[in-house]
């Protein structure tokens, strides 16, 4: 990013290669897969570290400050459009085409299909989420964040993100495994 700053586009091609996997995915998820939506608030975050670039200081991780505009993007979205939480649009079935079609062609198609249904479970818990709980563990998950970094990028204490962590894995597994007894 100091290169960046200094006048070095290569280096933003750099950052845009290494960060924009996971920082997409944050996002999507985030906003639990409204692509649409997705992909603008992804250009937003390029959009304002491009902007930043001028003003930018190293006081944390690159992916620190960087999830950190996006987190506040996302702020912002909920605030503008007094969003508390995007309702899930999912078939009936939770498979889309594109994976009954690999699950068809594969060797294994009942492993693939089970494995894509549960994909698809996975992502509608985590949609089922508290924000913060939702926000907490995508961080550590696609971001790789520590609890520091993500304290850090939240705007919370280290220990209240171990304990959104903690309490979004409960949940998680209460939506996964209703019946299982909790040990």
Do not use: C
Not at 6 to 28: I, N, S, T
Not at 58 to 75: D, E, G, I, M, P
Not at 101 to 106: G, N, P, Q, Y
């Amino acid at each position: 990013m100091l290169s960046y700053k200094e006048g070095m586009a290569a280096a933003f091609d750099e950052l845009y290669a290494r960060h924009k996997g996971g920082l997409y995915r944050y996002v999507l998820r985030q906003l639990n897969n409204h692509e649409e939506l997705a992909k603008e608030i992804f250009q937003d975050v390029w959009m304002n570290l491009i902007k930043a670039r001028i003003n930018y200081l190293v006081t944390a991780k690159f992916s620190t400050w960087l999830y950190r505009l996006a987190h506040n993007r996302l702020v912002d979205y909920w605030r503008s459009n007094k969003v508390e939480k995007l309702k899930i649009e999912y078939e009936e079935s939770g498979v889309d085409a594109d994976d009954a079609l690999i699950a068809l062609t594969s060797n294994e198609p009942q492993s693939v299909l089970q494995q894509t249904q549960t994909q698809q479970q996975l992502k509608q818990a985590i949609a089922a989420l508290p924000e913060e709980q939702r926000s907490a563990l995508l961080l550590k998950e696609d971001a790789a964040l520590s609890l520091a970094q993500i304290a850090e990028v939240t705007g919370v204490k280290r220990e209240t993100v171990k304990s959104r962590l903690r309490y979004g894995i409960k949940r998680l597994q209460g939506i996964l495994h209703p019946l299982r007894p909790l040990t």
